[in-house]
């Protein structure tokens, strides 16, 4: 009787540890959305930081900011330019936007690990007061050839 009680208490010491597990694997997983404005319609061209821009079937917004490893070029973000599920609204979605230095400490805080812990939305503000976001990618641009040589 009393050996039956402990395996009982054991199998359900065992459901509470696989539910906590399940838990925080799942709460661990999940990616923060963070959501940022493209106005570069108010800004001065000599002024802009980012620049938007499309390249055969992609798009991509460039931050005017090495701060990323290897420290070497721009921040860049990426996304695939699909007709379909373009929507442009009239008006500015509501989200709580990131201002440029929020963004930018989190590129620096994550590094080549951006798009592992962050879902990035970028809004652009388009003429007439109307607004398209995409969900965008950051890129990863690596070396071609390394910076240094070995003498022997």
């Known amino acids: 009787m009393i050996a039956n009680k402990k395996n009982v208490m054991k199998r359900k010491i065992k459901l509470i540890l696989l539910c906590f597990m399940l838990f925080a694997t799942y709460t661990y997983g999940q990616k923060k959305q963070v959501?940022?404005?493209?106005?570069?319609?108010?800004?001065n061209i000599n002024n802009r930081f980012i620049e938007i821009g499309k390249e055969g079937q992609m798009g991509y917004y460039v931050l005017?900011?090495?701060c990323i490893i290897p420290y070497d070029n721009y921040v860049t973000f990426k996304y695939k330019i699909n007709k379909s599920t373009v929507q442009i609204?009239?008006?500015?979605?509501?989200?709580?936007?990131?201002?440029?230095?929020?963004?930018?400490?989190?590129?620096?805080?994550?590094?080549n690990n951006f798009d592992n812990?962050?879902?990035?939305?970028?809004?652009?503000?388009l003429p007439n007061d109307k607004y398209k976001t995409n969900q965008v990618e950051l890129v990863r641009v690596g070396r071609l050839d390394p910076d240094y040589i070995i003498l022997k």
């Not at 812990?117 to 503000?125: A, C, P, R, S, V």
């Open 35 to 43: 959501f940022f404005i493209a106005d570069t319609l108010s800004s």
């Open 64 to 66: 005017y900011c090495k």
């Open 89 to 111: 609204v009239n008006r500015k979605p509501e989200s709580k936007y990131s201002s440029v230095k929020e963004l930018l400490d989190l590129l620096t805080k994550s590094q």
């Open 117 to 125: 812990q962050y879902e990035l939305f970028i809004t652009e503000k």
